[in-house]
T-cell receptor, first 108, second 117 residues
């Protein structure tokens, strides 16, 4: 299984940008990089995904390293509602395997 | 965006009984659905992959006779926990794969809390 490594926790001040890193040194050429986030007692919510190029959507931006061995999820202005566990996932075949994720705390 | 719905959101059952959890893709067809379980403060663990019209594929260590999965239509998969025991109490989450859009994005249901007493 393709593995990802993320910091266990991060903090950010409200209304400031947040950069959530993810290492995936064993990524293969066809693996997409997916990001999900999970609030307590809820199912994960799709955030963004990409293959090689940086991606932007209404929720976040995804910056992918040129060698694809790492990526960064960027929340441009953190709000209290962004406090969640963020998972960086590589699609291995047909399945998504979750790592431990990063617990993001947003400080008012 | 794509919507996946689970029912029930919470269920309490007696030890030894069976309980069924439904997972529906509301606005797209899903040939593949996935079932996860999650214990408090832990990550999601993939239990099985459910394929429409065929048998589910179980992850190593997951008892297929205990966790029965049926995917009878393109919008519905069910997980039945048979002869439930207190250690089966957990948060069960389903997801459905929506094809297209690059990377075959997966969308998750709201989760179902199972408490076995």
């Amino acid at each position: 299984d393709a593995k990802t490594t993320q910091p266990n926790s991060m903090e950010s001040n409200e209304e400031e940008p947040v950069h959530l890193p993810c290492n995936h040194s064993t990524i293969s050429g066809t693996d997409y990089i997916h990001w999900y986030r999970q609030l307590p007692s809820q199912g994960p919510e799709y955030v963004i995904h990409g293959l090689t190029s940086n991606v932007n959507n209404r929720m976040a931006s995804l910056a992918i390293a040129e060698d694809r061995k790492s990526s960064t999820l960027i929340l441009h202005r953190a709000t209290l509602r962004d406090a969640a566990v963020y998972y960086c996932i590589l699609r291995a075949g047909n399945q998504f395997y979750f790592g431990t994720g990063t617990s993001l705390t947003v400080i008012p | 965006g794509a919507v996946v719905s689970q029912h029930p959101s919470r269920v309490i059952c007696k030890s030894g009984t069976s309980v069924k959890i439904e997972c529906r893709s509301l606005d797209f067809q899903a040939t593949t659905m996935f079932w996860y379980r999650q214990f408090p403060k832990q990550s999601l663990m993939l239990m099985a992959t459910s394929n429409e019209g065929s048998k589910a594929t179980y992850e190593q260590g997951v008892e297929k006779d205990k966790f029965l999965i049926n995917h009878a239509s393109l919008t519905l998969s069910t997980l039945t926990v048979t002869s439930a025991h207190p250690e089966d109490s957990s948060f069960y989450i389903c997801s459905a794969r929506r094809q297209g859009g690059g990377g075959n994005t997966i969308y998750f249901g709201e989760g179902s809390w199972l408490t076995v007493v």
